[in-house]
């Protein structure tokens, strides 16, 4: 009999593709793919399986002619400063959510605010052979330190932009953000309006700040210098800010935060401080994380649109490494004021420009 009646073994896997191993095992076809690339991201007993699969079914890999088919790695790194913050969480999913929809594998890691873990993950992501990187960089990071561990590398910050560095950016419009809340604490009849939370040179607070004060000098209001207290943007810090702010010799009424977990945190010291949100002291958040609907009162926040800007940032950093074109681009979010009752004299949800 000749082999076309019975194949030999090597046509027989030469017919096995990466998606009848992705089926046998139960996986995605791009953690088979993890798994031939050598990746140590993909979960020791699923790699096991995978492997014991590709040997079952006689799955031949050809490593030449897979680098033949593109021009470029399919892998897209993700540097998540804190993945403890939901809105990152969001942030994360909406680039993983623009990778499903395309041939790109992503890879996460979280660096936990932490610059020497951050430079750590770049490295490794590098040689792991990352094609492009959205970073969402950790507070105090060195835009010439990332720009050297990034060099010939298409990047893309979200969320946070560094001064001075390169790569494309995408951010909410975080200064219109601010002056609308700031803006709707005055309208409430307001005057001593705090701000809480974020660190000196964090380019993010240094524009809600802008936001804050242009609403101000629109109401004639002078800028109080000891009501911008500035901290880690925490629970534990939006606590620490209100026992603060409480101290003063003409406390605040009101407050904008940096976030909403700085304002969940405040919310809970202005109640163990017999405060009744809304109605004694009124604040906003933002990011609007879901959390924020669910709190009693619901939180005023400016919503900003992780998913979306998680998307954005995969989608033009994917177009860049298909395209071989790494210029600098800047795509600006919206930032919209959705008003609850943690802010008082609107009870009924709605939402500013």
Excluded: W
Excluded at 172 to 181: I, Q, S, T
Excluded at 270 to 281: E, I, N, Q, S
């Amino acid at each position: 009999m000749n082999s076309v009646d019975h194949p030999t073994s090597e046509a027989r896997a030469s017919r096995v593709t990466i998606v009848d191993i992705a089926r046998h095992v139960g996986v995605s076809k791009s953690t088979v793919s993890l798994v031939l690339a050598g990746s140590l991201l993909v979960h020791g007993e699923t790699r096991r399986k995978v492997r014991q699969a590709i040997e079952e079914l006689g799955y031949v890999y050809n490593r030449g002619a897979a680098s033949l088919r593109s021009s470029h790695s399919s892998i897209l790194g993700m540097v998540i400063n804190d993945l403890a913050n939901p809105f990152f969480t969001e942030l994360a999913i909406g680039i993983e959510r623009a990778c499903q929809e395309s041939d790109f594998i992503p890879f996460i890691a979280n660096t936990g605010e932490n610059i020497e873990r951050q430079a750590q993950v770049i490295r490794s992501m590098r040689e792991h052979g990352a094609a492009g990187l959205v970073i969402c960089p950790a507070v105090h990071s060195d835009p010439g330190e990332i720009a050297a561990l990034t060099e010939g590398l298409p990047v893309a910050f979200a969320m946070r932009r560094l001064e001075g560095g390169r790569g494309s950016v995408v951010v909410p419009d975080n200064r219109a953000g601010a002056r609308a809340a700031v803006r709707h604490l005055i309208g409430l009849g307001h005057r001593r309006i705090a701000f809480f939370g974020g660190l000196p040179g964090m380019i993010v607070g240094e524009e809600r700040v802008a936001g804050y004060r242009d609403a101000l000098q629109d109401a004639g209001i002078a800028f109080e210098p000891s009501f911008v207290i500035e901290g880690l943007p925490t629970r534990d810090g939006g606590r620490a800010f209100v026992r603060m702010s409480l101290k003063l010799k003409k406390p605040p009424t009101a407050a904008l935060c940096f976030s909403d977990v700085v304002a969940i945190g405040a919310i809970h010291a202005l109640r163990d401080a017999g405060r009744v949100v809304g109605k004694d002291f009124a604040i906003i958040g933002f990011d609007d994380i879901d959390e924020a609907k669910h709190m009693s009162p619901a939180l005023t926040s400016v919503a900003v649109d992780g998913r979306g800007l998680g998307e954005t940032a995969a989608r033009l950093l994917m177009q860049q490494i298909r395209s071989g074109h790494y210029a600098d681009e800047v795509q600006i979010g919206d930032a919209l004021l959705v008003i609850r009752a943690s802010c008082g004299g609107a009870q009924k949800s709605g939402s500013v420009k």
